[in-house]
């Protein structure tokens, strides 16, 4: 079992930046592809970003590409989404996953993670 927390969210301006930390505790964390998605009101889950248990490679949304960073320290088992010129579509609750066992062509798709933090609000005014 993996327990993950999200923080790091809030209120910002559109053009702010803003960094997300998803701590993992339980089972080995360095074994797990991790991933960041997105849940706006009405709207389904999307993919954000994801990240190879080794740092590399990762992958990201084209909504987020050149703004939003992934990353991750297995030596405190944290990722990280650092998020920059934050616009409000970006505004959503951001969730955490991860999972030991996904094919790198499906980590984009949530069905694909066992493993699931409650999620963090970020809000982008404009």
């Known amino acids: 079992q993996v327990q993950l927390v999200e923080s790091g969210g809030g209120l910002v301006q559109a053009g702010d930046s803003l960094r997300l930390s998803c701590a993992a505790s339980?089972?080995?964390?360095?074994?797990?592809?991790m991933g960041w998605f997105r849940q706006a009101p009405g709207k389904e889950r999307e993919f954000v970003a994801c990240?190879?248990?080794?740092?590399?490679?990762?992958k990201y949304a084209d909504s987020v590409k050149g703004r939003f960073t992934v990353s991750r320290d297995n030596a405190k088992n944290i990722m990280y989404l650092q998020m920059n010129s934050l616009k409000p579509e970006d505004t959503a609750v951001y969730s955490c996953?991860?999972?030991?066992?996904?094919?790198?062509?499906?980590?984009?798709?949530?069905?694909?993670?066992?493993?699931w933090g409650q999620g963090t609000q970020v809000t982008v005014s404009s």
């Open positions: 990240i190879r248990w080794s740092g590399t490679p990762t």
């Open positions: 996953a991860a999972d030991p066992a996904i094919y790198w062509l499906f980590a984009g798709q949530p069905r694909r993670y066992d493993y």
């Open positions: 339980g089972r080995t964390f360095s074994d797990y592809t």
